[in-house]
């Protein structure tokens, strides 16, 4: 790695570790990798965390496919019971970020953690890593607050999106970086504000023309068709249709649509990778499949599907929330 790229390294994990974990000395840290994660992050964090008089934990789990991506090795589950803070950094799936393991020991005993899965060192480095985070905060409690007690969403979009849920089940949480108290829990890169919306209560279409997890970015918008909350047909690009097709029939719940998010990151990029264009300011992602914990719901499946689309409108029956890609609030 060049000398300009472990500066880099160095300096957004001083950031993550000082700022938005606010890791204490004496604290027990435990960092998760699989054999694609980019080894320079894991070092660059294990370091910052040595410095402040932290123990880290690095620990490499086998990569994962979809039908078990949310699945960490036994090892690792029964080794976070001693753990203070938790960083996910599989690259191959969401298996840290989504486990079922963390939910509860977030919950029950305050482990705070920390989603870095499904990036590489580019995106610790640059893009949405270089935002305020501070003021990024600001404006996502602005958000939730105009989104809080809303009972119908409606969204759409140019390229065709039309779809319309209940609300109330849960209310809109914030992830823009900080999980720095007791069970917090966010990401890196982040910003954002999401929720799940009542089970079974989606109806419409949806055109995704942005990236998706583990399908990429179609060459053409994949346009998806819900009922009672459920994906009944997938059209458009064929190859990433087929993939999804796949996952949908390989992983139970997989076709249950769990979560609509709001990105809030100006410093995001434009390239094709979900996980930087999620959170970039005024994208609308979706998500299929496991909607448990936060989003509120029963289905506890093995993937959690982020999906992208562009120059979204979104409105409640409180008021208009994002006018074609733009907050309205």
């Given at each position: 790695m060049?000398?300009?790229k ?5 300096k ?5 570790v ?14 998760v ?10 070092q660059a964090l294990?370091?910052?965390i ?5 123990e880290?934990?690095?620990?490499i789990?086998?990569?994962r ?5 949310l ?10 019971e ?8 599989t690259k ?6 989504y ?7 977030r919950k ?16 610790l ?8 985070y501070?003021?990024?905060?600001q ?6 607050e ?5 009972k119908?969403?409606h969204?759409?979009s140019?390229a065709?999106?039309?779809l319309?849920?209940?609300l ?32 079974g209560?989606?109806?419409?279409v949806v ?11 179609p060459a ?13 047909d997938?059209s ?8 999804l097709k ?6 139970e719940?997989?076709d ?12 995001c990029?434009?390239?094709?990778y979900?996980e ?9 992602h979706?998500?299929l ?9 029963t289905?506890?499946?093995q993937?959690?599907?982020?999906m ?6 979104v ?15």
């Open positions: 060049a000398n300009s472990i500066i880099d390294a160095i957004s994990a001083e950031f993550v000082h700022k938005l974990l606010a890791v204490k000395a004496g604290e027990e840290v435990v960092i990798g699989d054999p694609d994660t980019d080894i320079e992050m894991m294990a370091g910052v040595q410095g402040v008089g932290a880290y934990n690095l620990v789990m086998p990569n496919p979809p039908e078990s991506s699945t960490m090795t036994r090892f690792i589950e029964k080794g976070l001693e753990a203070d803070v938790f960083l996910g950094l191959s799936s969401g298996a840290a970020c486990s079922a393991v963390v939910e509860r020991l029950g005993k305050g482990l705070r953690q920390l989603s870095m899965v499904m990036r590489d060192l580019d995106i480095t640059k893009g949405g890593a270089t935002a305020d501070d003021a990024m905060m404006e996502a409690q602005r958000l939730r105009a989104w809080s007690g809303a119908k969403i969204l759409t140019p065709g999106t039309d319309k849920a209940d109330g089940v849960t209310e809109p949480f914030i992830e823009c970086g900080f999980a720095n108290g007791p069970g917090g829990e966010a990401a890196f890169s982040d910003g954002e504000v999401s929720l799940g919306v009542n089970q209560s989606a109806e419409g055109v995704i023309d942005g990236p998706s997890a583990y399908i990429g970015q053409s918008p994949l346009k998806l068709t819900f009922t009672a909350g459920r994906l009944v997938i458009g690009d064929m190859r990433t249709g087929r993939a796949d996952i949908v029939d390989k992983v719940g997989a249950n649509f769990a979560e609509i998010g709001i990105g809030l990151n100006p410093a990029r434009k390239l094709g979900f930087e264009e999620k959170k970039a300011y005024g994208a609308i979706i998500a499949g496991r909607n448990t914990g936060a989003y509120g719901g289905v506890d499946a993937v959690h599907m982020d992208v689309f562009y120059d979204g409108t409105k409640t029956d409180k008021g208009l929330l994002l006018k074609d890609g733009s907050l309205a609030i």
